[in-house]
């Protein structure tokens, strides 16, 4: 047989693979520092930039917040003041009514009639009042359905007395109002 020692090659082999899978595993671990080295420093770069950015943004969001609460301030205010226009107009339509009603009353009050009482309530006016001829009391209630601010008449207390030897009718009226937007009075 030949004099040929295969051990020791072997040997060698084993040892050369040995140094390379060394060196492979000890440039994997240098690679492996480095890039978690560079990634923490651009974590800490991106956190840095981060933490600069909200405190830039921390003063507009907190002048934001204020502009926003004072804009909807503003808008409570505007239908604050809307609502108070509505109801200034609806006084207004109503004044209007009465003063259109009060001014036909002293248009077609009869001659031989006065009023003693005219009080507004909710739903219309109640017209009291006396006059020295019935059928003068009649026709002014005939007139009072033909204008739009009466809906109803009823004719609750319409009665004779004699006072001093003259003729007297006393009358009340309850005349509940009407819608007088129809023609814009």
């Avoid at 240098?30 to 991106?46: G, P, Y």
């Avoid at 943004?57 to 809307?82: C, F, N, R, V, W």
């Avoid at 009665?159 to 003729?167: C, I, L, M, N, S």
């Avoid at 005349?175 to 023609?183: C, F, I, P, Q």
């Amino acid at each position: 047989m030949s004099g040929v020692n295969l051990l020791e090659w072997r040997r060698k082999k084993l040892s050369q693979r040995s140094v390379n899978i060394l060196a492979t595993g000890v440039l994997l671990l240098i690679f492996l520092v480095i890039s978690t080295v560079i990634s923490l420093d651009t974590l800490q770069k991106n956190l840095h930039e981060l933490d600069t950015l909200y405190k830039l943004y921390q003063p507009l969001m907190t002048q934001l917040s204020d502009q926003i609460a004072q804009q909807q301030q503003g808008l409570q205010q505007l239908e604050q003041a809307d609502r108070h226009r509505q109801q200034s107009e609806d006084i207004r339509d109503e004044m209007n009514s009465y003063r259109f009603f009060f001014q036909w009353l002293a248009d077609h009050l009869p001659e031989y009639s006065w009023l003693t009482a005219l009080t507004v309530g909710r739903t219309g006016w109640m017209i009291t009042g006396q006059s020295l001829q019935l059928e003068e009391i009649e026709q002014f209630i005939h007139q009072l359905f033909s204008i739009e601010q009466v809906r109803a008449l009823h004719l609750n207390d319409l009665k004779k007395e004699a006072w001093y030897y003259e003729f007297r009718v006393s009358f009340t009226l309850p005349a509940e109002r009407g819608d007088n937007t129809k023609n814009g009075k």
